[in-house]
């Protein structure tokens, strides 16, 4: 038998926990110039405990072709993204309605 998940009680398998963080993020992406004149995307506001924002940070560069890093509950991507950024989230099920682009 398989792990079952200490937060839904359901099967590793069927486990709904980060389906459900996902409709519950308050993110924002922003353009931000850093040193050297160069633009980063910065998306903020994901809860690191309900979502593994690593695998985020890693489907996001692979998607954009991009450098970037994932660090204090940040993710940065090198370049200006922040309209593909949008689209590829709710593509991933997070909603529309809870990213907000500045």
Known sequence: MGEVCADCGLPKELCVCET???????????LVKKKFNKYYTS?????????????????LKSQ?????????GKIELQG???????????????LPETIEVR
């Open 43 to 59: 998306i903020q506001g994901i809860d690191t405990k309900e979502i593994d924002i690593k695998d985020l940070c890693k489907k």
């Open 20 to 30: 459900i963080a996902k409709e519950s993020q308050k993110i924002i992406v922003s």
């Open 80 to 94: 200006d993204h922040k309209s593909k950024v949008r689209k590829f989230l709710v593509e991933l099920g997070f």
């Open 64 to 72: 954009f072709a991009c450098g970037g890093t994932e660090k204090d």
